[in-house]
Nanobody, 124 residues
């Protein structure tokens, strides 16, 4: 299993921005679809965005469309989540996930490896 390490979380005021990174331990991850999920306190883990292996296809949950952008740099085995215009309801632990097949999925059951998560807190 590929190892995933997230970074970039923190505390930010509403309207601010953060960029999350997810570094994969293996170069084979460049052939994997990657995704971001999040879990707010007391809630189930939910899908945020995915990107296919080449970066040519992305998909977002409705609540983050126009504010978040997922991207990847396969030369660095890293996936990013640029989060702009953050809202208090974006507060959660954000998890990176990898899927061996090259096409993404919005279901958390479709992913083979998960990171430990990075905390994002948005104050009002």
């Amino acid at each position: 299993q590929v190892q995933l390490v997230e970074s970039g979380g923190g505390l930010v005021q509403a309207g601010g921005s953060l960029r999350l990174s997810c570094a994969a331990s293996e170069r084979t991850a460049s052939t994997y679809a990657m995704a971001w999920f999040r879990q707010a306190p007391g809630k189930e883990r939910e899908f945020v965005a995915f990107i296919n292996w080449s970066g040519g296809s992305t998909y977002y949950t409705d609540s983050v469309k126009g504010r978040f952008t997922i991207s990847r740099d396969n030369a660095k085995n890293t996936v990013y989540l640029q989060m702009n215009n953050l809202k208090p309801e974006d507060t959660a632990i954000y998890y990176c996930a990898a899927r061996i097949t090259g096409n993404g999925s919005s279901s958390n059951r479709g992913y083979d490896s998960w990171g430990q998560g990075t905390h994002v807190t948005v104050s009002s």
